[in-house]
């Protein structure tokens, strides 16, 4: 990993990770607007965000989603761009695909594309697996690789679980890590949901501006996701995540208002 944001899931990178292991989207459409504060520890300057992202749903069974992520952190700024589609296919699958493009330096990807396809499982379709893989491209030839597999169970109408593993290997050095989550999604969409995530694993690069490049070293990030629909068209989201591994520790506060249309 080259980010004190690590690729391997954070949620301010959810346009890049569009074909991630996801439930295709409910019809209607949506678009959020929003930014976050981050504060580090061991010297680091603080940082912030600012994205702007929508999903438009269509009645083909196509759902088509894109984000524009604007970044400061380590004293230089850049973001990133991104748009993905997914499609049902029948009643057991759905597919999905995103292309995104990054620019302002080392912590953030030049290119990046994702795939991945999932099956629903079972006569009530609770279960559904999902097996996907990415390729992202780095300033001075770096690149990372890998595989993602998970598993989200429909508990009921208000809670689902999320479990999965990202399979990293990133390049120069050919460097393996692994990155395992586990997550929660509590409540009901148009009233008010409650996500929680939490992720330990390994990362393999870690890029603190232009300085040195630490590899193969733990890292563990916990999160919540706040969605409150104050009205049946609009509501506010509230953000807050931690991140720690050896070098430093990141607290993140963020929020956005969304429309549903």
Do not use: C
């Not at 290997?169 to 939490?198: D, F, H, I």
Request: aromatic fraction near 10%; glycine fraction near 14%.
């Amino acid at each position: 990993m080259k980010t004190s944001l690590p690729r391997l899931g954070r949620p301010l990178l959810a346009g890049l990770l569009a074909a991630a292991a996801a439930l295709p989207a409910a019809a209607g459409d949506l678009i959020e607007i929003g930014g976050s504060a981050s504060r580090y520890s061991a010297g680091l300057p603080d940082g912030g965000s600012a994205h702007l992202r929508g999903s438009w749903a269509f009645g083909t069974g196509t759902v088509v989603n894109a984000e524009l992520l604007g970044e400061r952190k380590f004293d230089a700024r850049g973001g990133v761009a991104s748009a993905g589609v997914t499609r049902t296919i029948d009643e057991d699958w759905f597919a999905s695909a995103a292309l995104a493009g990054g620019w302002g330096g080392p912590n953030w990807n030049r290119t990046r594309v994702d795939a991945a396809v999932s099956r629903k499982w079972g006569a009530e379709r609770r279960w559904i697996t999902t097996l996907g893989g990415y390729h992202a491209r780095f300033d001075a030839g770096r690149s990372d690789s890998g595989l993602k597999i998970s598993a989200n169970y429909y508990a009921n109408h208000f809670a689902v679980f999320e479990l999965g593993a990202t399979l990293n290997r990133s390049r120069p050095g050919n460097v393996g890590s692994t990155m395992p989550w586990l997550a929660v999604t509590l409540g009901a969409p148009g009233v008010q949901t409650l996500a929680l995530r939490v992720s330990h694993g390994r990362e393999a690069w870690l890029v603190l501006g232009d300085t040195a490049q630490p590899v193969d070293f733990a890292s563990t990030t916990v999160g919540a996701d706040w969605r409150w629909w104050i009205a049946p068209d609009w509501g506010v989201v509230l953000r807050a995540e931690s991140y720690r591994n050896p070098s430093y520790r990141r607290t993140t506060l963020g929020g956005g208002v969304f429309v549903q249309m």
